[in-house]
Nanobody, 114 residues
Framework: VQLQASGGGLVQAGGSLRLSCAAS????????MGWYRQAPGKEREFVAS???????NYADSVQGRFTISRDNAKSTLYLQMNSLKPEDTAVYYCKASVQSENYWGQGTLVTVSS
């Protein structure tokens, strides 16, 4: 599975962005897909995940501001980010966990200016 993330950019604090992650093939809705991020000088951290039949999971730092969703027909994962803060600045990666294998997208840079 190849994942292509897009949608990053420069935005002012308080603004919004929507990230997309397109898969190269159909992925079952039962597969866990998620977003992670890595800020400069920091380790990669969990942001959100989604799986059919279960409530999405969010990191405390983004709860209430970010919304993860997926369009299974398009094999695409989304992350709607609202009320962005400078501390949300990072490279955002999407991930799909398929049969015990983790597949990562190439990352898309989000920069939030104060």
């Amino acid at each position: 599975v190849q994942l292509q993330a897009s949608g990053g950019g420069l935005v002012q604090a308080g603004g919004s962005l929507r990230l997309s992650c397109a898969a190269s093939r159909t992925i079952s809705s039962s597969v866990i897909m998620g977003w992670y991020r890595q800020a400069p000088g920091k380790e990669r951290e969990f942001v959100a995940s989604i799986r059919s039949g279960r409530d999405p999971n969010y990191a405390d730092s983004v709860q209430g501001r970010f919304t993860i969703s997926r369009d299974n027909a398009k094999s695409t994962l989304y992350l709607q980010m609202n009320s962005l803060k400078p501390e949300d600045t990072a490279v955002y990666y999407c991930k799909a966990s398929v049969q015990s294998e983790n597949y990562w997208g190439q990352g898309t840079l989000v920069t939030v200016s104060s």
